[in-house]
Nanobody, 120 residues
Framework: QVHVVESGGGSVQPGGSLRLSCAAS????????MGWYRQAPGNQRELVAL??????NYGDSVRGRFTISRDVAKNTVYLQMNMLKPEDTNVYYC???????????????WGQGTQVTVSS
């Protein structure tokens, strides 16, 4: 069993910053990648940022404003969000591509999501 838990969401004014954290725990052998996605009501879930080894990928709308980082030893990933805009308002979900103890192939595990609201 693997648990993925996000924290750090909240409300901020436009131009402000927030830092999200996500920790995976449980029967983990290894984590191939961890990333952040967001989904507004009625919309598809979209990639915000992904960290796989030394490679990072960002969605076009956040590149240059958001930074993803991982603490591999702690099975944790962070998302530093700067210069936030009202259109960044969303539920942010963390996903880990996890190989469980006794397993051989990664499977996706999602957190419950954390709300980010950008408003004046």
């Amino acid at each position: 069993q693997v648990h993925v838990v996000e924290s750090g969401g909240g409300s901020v004014q436009p131009g402000g910053s927030l830092r999200l954290s996500c920790a995976a725990s449980g029967s983990i052998r290894s984590i191939h990648a961890m990333g952040w996605y967001r989904q507004a009501p009625g919309n598809q879930r979209e990639l915000v940022a992904l960290a796989r080894g030394d490679i990072t990928n960002y969605g076009d709308s956040v590149r240059g404003r958001f930074t993803i980082s991982r603490d591999v030893a702690k099975n944790t990933v962070y998302l530093q969000m700067n210069m936030l805009k009202p259109e960044d308002t969303n539920v942010y979900y963390c996903k880990g591509a996890v190989v469980t103890s006794g397993g051989w192939h990664p499977a996706d595990y999602w957190g419950q999501g954390t709300q980010v609201t950008v408003s004046s």
